[in-house]
Nanobody, 124 residues
């Protein structure tokens, strides 16, 4: 059974940094593409970043380019999202997802497994 567990969220001041982790079990990370999404109340889950399944190439939403870094450790089956220079509008529940049909995807429908989410709150 595949499980994803996010951690690392919390309250941070604007301009600060947070690193989110996504610990996986029951999955071979090298066979999956890993993505990070976020969601605020009343809105759909939106793409933040992803890392290519075989290439390891990172992909980012425009609004996080230059501030966030996505990575994964295949040996430890853990994904990471380093978030720097955080802004109040980055406040959301952040989810990691894993899928196996694509090299990477920004579409939530292409992800087969999701974590429970971790709250990130950025104060101004």
């Amino acid at each position: 059974q595949v499980q994803l567990v996010e951690s690392g969220g919390g309250l941070v001041q604007a301009g600060g940094s947070v690193r989110l982790s996504c610990a996986a079990s029951g999955v071979t990370f090298s066979a999956y593409h890993l993505g990070w999404f976020r969601q605020t109340p009343g809105k759909e889950r939106e793409f933040v970043a992803a890392i290519g399944r075989s290439s390891g190439r990172p992909y980012y939403a425009d609004f996080v380019k230059g501030r966030f870094t996505v990575s994964k450790d295949n040996a430890n089956i853990t994904g990471y999202l380093q978030m720097n220079n955080l802004k109040p509008e980055d406040t959301a529940v952040y989810y990691c997802g894993a899928g196996f049909a694509w090299e990477y995807s920004s579409n939530t429908n292409h992800y087969h497994y999701w974590g429970q989410g971790t709250q990130v709150t950025v104060s101004s």
